[in-house]
């Protein structure tokens, strides 16, 4: 049995690695080939390509690399056609994806897309390729049930695959002072800054970000690495300010935080889990930012929002960045009525998103319906 894995970045990695670990755990003899990153190829899988050569962010972006984005595409139906594979996981990414989704479907191979893409934000027009080129949808917010079932489509929701990843993290067992000692680290409160994975999103808001720092003497800023992009990608970024880079060990900032600000995307879940009061903010190109807005049909933009459907937490987009991520984090920090407001709305939201044990119930389904095609 041989399956084709495509993730475009840091968190669908994170998640499609999980859900192969399930899968592998259930069939031992199953093959994988992936575009994806380290924790695919840590978890057993063959990767052709990293996403790190796929992550393109923003009109302006996709328009300049078009030429990358069409040999990416050229490469992956190569590879599809060359594996042979009996299915294919689609995780998110939505651009590629539904491009490759068709390619496959032509060529009558099954297709399961593995957390939806958000098209009910962006690109509602697309909903009709998942209903002609997708065999299995499975959505990772509650809400995209009732989305897709107004479209036609029966889409699945076994929970929120973050709360696994969150729930292994919380079973590590390290104390704020070891932590601080293994990273060399002050005696101080720490505030987390989660930028991004990508490089456009990271060179955007983290300087924003770092805006705020000599606001607050009493604390130390600790810049969450992503897992695709070396130390010295930072540096320029860093230098000569007063913040620490650690890399790869996310989650454990997060559980020694006493804030956060963060990039909106898969980490606002993640930091909300973790039950660390945050600010999120989102910044593209202005380019981008002013083609794209009329085309954006959402209250909120950060997963926490979404999913609660009113405002937990303070979401910044685009201007006065700086000015009004030193406001939120003065209420999350001194006013302890507001803190405690979102941490309690956290609270609810843990319960809504479910149980851990959700990639295993994604894998279980998933085997359900490649059973005929598995020799057990």
């Known amino acids: 049995m041989k399956l084709f894995i495509i993730a475009g970045e840091a968190s669908g990695d994170m998640h499609a690695s999980n859900l192969m670990k399930c899968l592998k755990k259930l069939h031992p003899d199953i093959d ?10 840590e978890a057993g899988g ?16 996709v328009i300049r690399n078009y030429g990358k984005i069409r040999k990416n595409l050229a490469d992956c139906k190569a590879e599809i056609l060359s594996y042979h594979p009996d299915a294919l996981i689609l995780v998110d990414y939505a651009g590629f994806n539904l491009r490759i989704a068709k390619f496959a479907k032509k060529r009558n191979l099954r297709v399961f897309y593995y957390i939806s893409p958000k098209l009910w934000a962006w690109g509602k027009w697309r909903v ?8 299995n949808m499975f959505v990772n917010l509650p809400f995209e049930v009732d989305f897709y079932r107004n479209h036609g489509i029966a889409a699945e929701y076994y929970g929120n695959p973050v709360v696994d990843s969150v729930a292994a993290g919380m079973k590590v067992q390290e104390d704020l002072t070891s932590f601080i000692r293994l990273h060399s680290l002050e005696e101080k409160p720490i505030i987390a800054l989660l930028a991004g994975s990508r490089k456009q999103e990271i060179h955007l808001c983290l300087p924003e970000m770092l805006s705020v720092i000599d606001h607050y003497p009493a604390y130390q800023f600790v ?20 913040v620490r880079l650690i890399h790869g060990q996310t989650y454990a900032i997060l559980r020694h935080a006493v804030a956060a600000v963060v990039t909106s995307g898969t980490a606002t879940l993640e930091t909300a889990l973790h039950r660390i009061p945050q600010v999120v903010i989102y910044k593209t190109s202005t380019f981008t930012f002013y083609v794209g807005r009329p085309f954006v049909d959402i209250k909120f933009f950060s997963l926490v929002n979404l999913i609660m459907d009113k405002e937990v937490v303070r979401e910044l987009l685009q201007f006065n960045l700086a000015r009004d991520i030193k406001a939120g984090l003065d209420n999350i920090l001194f006013d302890k009525d507001y803190r405690q407001q979102m941490l309690d709305n956290y609270d609810r939201l ?14 279980e389904r ?5 059973q005929p095609s ?3």
């Open 46 to 61: 063959k990767l052709a390509k990293h996403y790190r050569e796929m992550a393109f962010m923003g009109i302006w972006e």
């Open 223 to 242: 810049i969450a690495g992503a897992p695709s992009l070396s130390p010295e990608f930072y540096q320029p970024y860093i230098t000569g300010k007063s």
């Open 32 to 41: 994988f080939l992936c575009y994806g990153g380290d924790l695919l190829q």
């Open 366 to 370: 998933m085997s359900s319906l490649l």
């Open 374 to 376: 598995i020799n057990i």
């Open 128 to 135: 009709k390729k998942v209903r002609k080129y997708v065999d």
């Open 350 to 363: 843990i319960e809504k998103v479910g149980l851990p044990g959700v990639s295993e119930r994604v894998a």
